[in-house]
């Protein structure tokens, strides 16, 4: 089915393996970037690259806590660091890949919601994601027009799931297309509160996110042992 069986994220967070540097006070461990390497490094020594433990708790996690409101903190963490809720981070699409500030996926202010139009592709978490960062165009062409926007996907209008997209690597990680038409989001899920702060927001994350891939990236390697001589 290339993606884990749904009740992995709440077992996992019955464990305690979510949201561990996420503070306490919004149901997560309350320890560091560290702790969360642990995680990540003994899974690529295990072999499994199917479970987007990465994605959830230490990228989209860390939207949340470092953008949100206080209420959105206290709405989505909790749920999040039990596995109630799966996360994922829609930022590539057909014609933006690396180059985010291509992004065309738009975000349209209509009295208290967005209207989002565009399409995403390769988002991993895709198939069971309940909470979506969506790398959105709010403003004008390049790095100032884009903002992150979160929609919650249970039951929302105008969102839908495309295929599962076969890869050579991560065979079995839940990787997707997603389509939005006239989908309604809140304008209260605009992490910031401002418009235009997006392209900036991901500055500030992506460092982290680069690290924990190379952490996995050297599990993954040691396998394969030291070179011969």
Not at 16 to 29: C, R, T
Not at 125 to 146: F, M, P, Q, S, Y
Not at 197 to 225: H, N
Request: net charge negative; proline share 3%; charged share 20%.
């Amino acid at each position: 089915q290339h993606a884990v069986d749904r009740e992995v994220w709440t077992k996992a967070g019955e464990l305690g393996l979510l949201g561990l540097s996420i503070p306490e006070e919004y149901g997560g461990g309350g320890g560091t970037f560290a702790h969360e390497a642990v995680v990540a490094l003994e899974q690529a020594r295990a072999g499994d690259d199917s479970w987007g433990f990465v994605v959830h708790s230490i990228i989209v996690m860390h939207y949340v806590l470092a953008y949100g409101t206080e209420e959105q903190k206290k709405r989505w963490l909790p749920k999040m660091c039990t596995g109630e809720m799966v996360g994922a981070v829609a930022m590539t699409e057909p014609g933006a890949g690396s180059d985010l500030k291509r992004v065309r996926t738009r975000a349209v202010r209509d009295g208290d919601d967005f209207v989002v139009n565009g399409s995403k592709t390769f988002i991993s978490n895709g198939l069971h994601c309940d909470l979506l960062v969506i790398v959105v165009r709010t403003g004008g062409e390049g790095a100032k027009g884009l903002s992150l926007l979160v929609a919650e996907t249970a039951g929302l209008q105008g969102f839908s799931r495309g295929r599962q997209l076969e890869k050579l690597g991560l065979r079995y990680q839940d990787t997707m297309e997603l389509f939005f038409e006239d989908m309604r989001v809140p304008a209260a899920n605009l992490l910031g509160g401002e418009e235009g702060t997006g392209f900036v927001q991901l500055m500030q994350q992506l460092p982290q996110e680069r690290l924990i891939i190379a952490v996995a990236g050297v599990a993954a390697a040691a396998p394969a042992g030291p070179p011969s001589t």
